[in-house]
């Protein structure tokens, strides 16, 4: 199983910019998703990538401001996240795929390990 550790959360105000970063042995051939949980509300969907990092999918709650990539060579998936809001406040997980040499994944189900995620707070 690929263990993973995220990285990068912290304190922005609205508008700014914040790096998450997810770290792990292993996973070079999973495509890798980022999913949000803010409190009282269901885990999302934020976006996800292929296992070479030709293919990406971000929601369109995020679409044009986060931006997923990977540098396979050091075992780490980013997500750069522009043009904070108040609303992107939640905690962060990085999940790996379940199965490898996949594409661009969107459901948890689809996921088979998860990291133990990282708060990113947004201020107005």
């Known amino acids: 199983q690929v263990q993973l550790v995220e990285s990068g959360g912290g304190l922005v105000q609205a508008g700014g910019s914040l790096r998450l970063s997810c770290a792990a042995s292993?996973?070079?051939?999973?495509?890798v998703g980022w999913f949000r949980q803010a409190p009282g509300k269901e885990r999302e969907f934020v976006a996800s990538i292929s296992w070479r990092g030709g293919n990406t999918y971000c929601a369109d709650s995020v679409k044009g401001r986060f931006t997923i990539s990977r540098d396979n060579a050091k075992n780490t998936v980013y997500l750069q996240m522009n043009s904070l809001k108040p609303e992107d406040t939640a905690v962060y997980y990085c999940?790996?795929?379940?199965?490898?040499?996949?594409?661009?994944?969107?459901?948890?189900?689809?996921?088979?390990?998860w990291g133990q995620g990282t708060q990113v707070s947004v201020s107005s």
């Open positions: 999940a790996a795929d379940r199965n490898p040499w996949g594409s661009t994944p969107r459901r948890a189900s689809d996921f088979g390990s």
């Open positions: 292993g996973f070079s051939r999973y495509a």
